[in-house]
């Protein structure tokens, strides 16, 4: 089992900077991936990001260039930098791990970005 906690978001303005961060824990030893996902009212939930085990990582098209996935210095959290931000960034992110071949959620942070 692995339990996931977010933190950090919140309300901004078009082009401003937000941080995300999910902290895991558990068995964090038997993690394979983890990373980021959204979900805006009336659509689907959507890839924002991932970091692998290896640190590989792979992104959203519409939000390469502006998030990064970083991993903090304790290895069971991962960070979600995002810059630039955009109306269309407006949704609930959840941190998610892939461990086990199973998938583990966050609660959920929302993000809301003003025009």
């Known amino acids: 089992q692995v339990q996931l906690v977010e933190s950090g978001g ?62 903090d210095n304790a290895k069971d959290t991962v960070l979600l930098i995002m810059n630039a931000l955009k109306p269309e960034d407006t949704a609930v992110y959840y941190c998610h791990a892939r461990c086990f071949n199973r998938d583990f959620w966050g609660q959920g942070t929302q993000v809301t970005v003003s025009s």
């Open 10 to 71: 919140g309300l901004v303005q078009t082009g401003e900077s937000l941080r995300l961060s999910c902290a895991a824990s558990g068995s964090i030893f038997a993690i394979d991936t983890m990373g980021w996902y959204r979900q805006a009212p009336g659509k689907q939930r959507e890839l924002v990001a991932t970091r692998a085990e290896d640190g590989s990582t792979n992104y959203a098209d519409s939000v390469k260039g502006r998030f990064t996935i970083p991993r």
